[in-house]
């Protein structure tokens, strides 16, 4: 095991002594596992944990793109639909006021009950 001496300044010191006392080991520990993350961490890549985020990140945009080309599909079924509802509701109509013409009219039913016809 090596030893380093280093000169900090006395507010420093209180923050690692008053750190490693929450922690209740001694300062050299607090210190060294400082320096031991800083070491692990500095030897990744900057982005090695991004590259999940970013595989996730992909997936999601291309799920977002088909369910947008899905959601612009069925906008157009649905206009679709509506225009042969509107024109089914034109040959209803039609073919109502066509067996209005055909059936011989006949008086009202107060009519018939009073006589009036």
Known sequence: ?????ITI???IEATITKEA???GITKSEWIEQGLTQYLRTRDQKP???CDDVRRDLQQLQIVNATLEERSKNQVTTIEDL???VVHGEGIIQTLMEERQKLLPEKAG?????????
């Open 82 to 84: 509506r225009s042969r």
């Open 9 to 11: 300044t006395k507010d």
């Open 109 to 117: 039913f107060w009519s018939r009950l009073f006589g009036r016809a």
């Open 21 to 23: 006392s929450a922690q």
């Open 1 to 5: 095991m090596g030893r380093i001496c």
């Open 47 to 49: 982005d090695q944990g």
